[in-house]
């Protein structure tokens, strides 16, 4: 019946499927497959679709799993498993870094397309961090990458697009006076990345959200919730591909009290609320620098996963754990796994969302 249709009907009808669901119609004709592979059809479907929301786990085989099993990546440089030691999401597409060596891959796991960058820098990739973003040009879009060096007198950041030729160069805007805390930890939404930053270089400095927007390619700021000025911790996330969601350990309190809020839609910074969902203070969860957690908004729900770093008696060697726990309703905590690990990835975050999209990378 749908061959009977007109093409423009059958692919309106087709940018309202999810993408995980035309996946599995890339093989029932040539007619679709090649709709599937149309940038303007990628781009239709990418705004028009529902999206579906899954949850990615890094593991300690550096690899990314989910609930419908593990999902490998091999290098076709040395035809090996590419070891994911960072991973960063942005409609669909995930940048995954690798600590071992300069190689980074953008990968579309919906439809298996990857962009396999070699970073020719002589600078160690384990302080190096890589984000990607969505530059919108009149009615078509592009990606690009921007990479921050560390360094303690000012911060350094460089921005490339994805699909071409050109080095890597200083963004238009001037490079903010901050720095980046957890900068590992940064999150992407609409068009900006976003990090948790301070003003000072001192330790228990007062933080807030510095942004990135990759077609204006200008920093911003936003205020973090609540009453406090110096924070121990501050983890983000992404609440339905709408929302900021934060959490925070405030430095004047005990480690076990948490706090997380969430944003109002991010539409004019200027004009985002924040709303606090759950407190917390419970003994179990222990003094944490780093905690990986994804909010369900509508089920009223948090998942954490904290590391923790233990030194051994009368030992330089230290032990690594690992604490997973559901907060619901009532704050109520729910330990759900706790145990050693061997390789934390102790500047990664270990949980993400992950939408599927058709979004092409070249």
């Not at 040539?30 to 592979?37: A, D, P, R, T």
């Not at 228990?204 to 942004?211: I, N």
């Not at 983890?235 to 709408?242: K, T």
Request: include cysteine; proline fraction near 4%.
């Amino acid at each position: 019946m749908m061959t009977m249709l007109p093409d423009n009907l059958v692919e309106e009808i087709l940018s309202r499927v999810p993408a995980t669901c035309l996946k599995r119609l890339r093989s029932t004709c040539k007619l679709w497959n090649g709709i599937f592979n149309d940038r303007r059809f990628a781009k239709n479907h990418f705004d028009k679709a529902p999206k579906q929301y899954m949850v990615l786990k890094l593991t300690e085989e550096y690899r990314l799993c989910s609930f419908r099993g593990e999902l490998g990546l091999i290098d076709p440089v040395c035809s090996a498993q590419f070891r994911i030691s960072h991973v960063f999401h942005c409609d669909g597409l995930l940048l995954c870094t690798s600590e071992s060596y300069n190689r980074i891959v953008v990968w579309n796991p919906c439809t298996g397309q990857t962009k396999w960058i070699t970073d020719p820098s002589d600078r160690v990739m384990f302080w190096v961090t890589f984000t990607l973003g969505r530059c919108y040009q009149e009615n078509n879009y592009s990606y690009k990458l921007l990479r921050h060096v560390p360094c303690y007198e000012k911060l350094i950041f460089e921005i490339c697009e994805i699909n071409s030729d050109s080095c890597w160069r200083i963004p238009h805007d001037v490079t903010p006076d901050c720095l980046l805390q957890f900068a590992h930890y940064s999150v992407y939404l609409k068009g900006k990345t976003y990090w948790c930053a301070s003003d000072s270089k001192e330790f228990d400095a007062c933080m807030h959200l510095l942004s990135f927007d990759y077609t204006t390619e200008r920093f911003g700021r936003l205020c973090l919730p609540g009453p406090y000025c110096r924070l121990h911790t501050v983890s983000l996330s992404v609440v339905r591909e709408e929302k900021l969601s934060v959490l925070l350990r405030p430095h004047d309190r005990l480690g076990n009290e948490i706090e997380i809020w969430i944003s109002s839609p991010i539409d004019d910074p200027k004009a985002v609320s924040w709303s606090k969902i759950f407190a917390l203070d419970d003994p179990r969860l222990g003094y944490c620098t780093q905690t990986s957690f994804l909010v369900d908004d509508e089920k009223k729900i948090a998942t954490c996963l904290e590391r923790w770093i233990r030194s051994r008696d009368n030992a330089k060697a230290k032990l690594y754990y690992v604490l997973q726990y559901i907060v619901g309703e009532d704050n109520e905590v729910t330990l759900l796994d706790f145990g050693a690990s061997s390789n934390l990835h102790l500047h990664s975050q270990l949980l993400f969302n992950y939408v599927p999209s058709l979004v092409h990378i070249q």
